[in-house]
């Protein structure tokens, strides 16, 4: 599943494709892919408008129109793309929005997880996130007062999005393992010196995922290298590249998480 950096890196590339653009033409061609509103609101909602801005908030792209919001949300295996001229649809693309000057910006989506909303306040899709990793405003202090509200095994809060917004699988593995901590480690046993490693190992993976355009790991996304930069996600039985150990593997919330048994103690 695409994380904050991986959808972090489509924004980047939609973004000076899309700005300023038209949308001239609507084809839902899953309907169970519109979250809301119903098929022919979202049609008349889209038609006409330009496209102003393109962010990201946590997983979420939003595309900033005239008189609305498009939320996107990839799930497993969502993918968004701009195609020139007039391409047939492939077998799974979920929605194609014709744009003027000719192509298509088409959500392709293989297991139909993926949702779109196209609202008047972004606030009805994303009220319930947490803050954002790099909001300057989540300091060491707020965060050790927030884990310590709580107590839960880190690795499931990081990956709650009610917690700290963007986080995935792959980039808690890694920001556990940056700041060494045992990923079945108590939220509320965590001093603030390590609150404060911890919240800097999320910025350093996150920021270094970005540099590389995020992490290719299967078919889903194949857009950058930050795979060969793994720390320990998904390199059990390789050594820890600070102490050699063997990394190793457990399941841990129902995913697949991966530790140093040496750099990370409970």
Known sequence: MPELPEVETIVRSLRPELVGRKIVSVRLLWARTLAMPLPEAFEEGLLGQSFVEI??????????????????????????????????PDKHDRLR??????????????????????VDDAQQVLGGLGPEP???SLTAQEFHAALHARRRQIKTLLLDQHFIAGLGNIYTDEALHFSQVHPLRLSDTISIAEAEKLLEGIRTVLQSGIEHNGASIDWAYRGGDFQNYFRAYGRAG?????????????????????????????
């Open 55 to 88: 962010e990201r908030r946590a997983k979420y792209l939003l595309f900033g129109l005239a008189r609305a919001t498009l939320i996107v949300h990839l799930r497993m295996s969502g993918d968004l793309s701009v195609k020139q001229g007039d391409s047939a």
């Open 97 to 118: 929005l014709g744009l003027s000057g000719g192509g298509v910006l088409v959500f392709n989506d293989t297991r139909k997880f993926g949702r779109v909303w196209l």
């Open 134 to 136: 790099f909001d300057p």
């Open 238 to 266: 390789q050594p820890c590249p600070v102490c050699g150990a063997a990394i190793q593997r457990i399941v841990v919330g129902q995913r697949g998480t991966h530790f140093c048994p040496v750099c990370q103690v409970m």
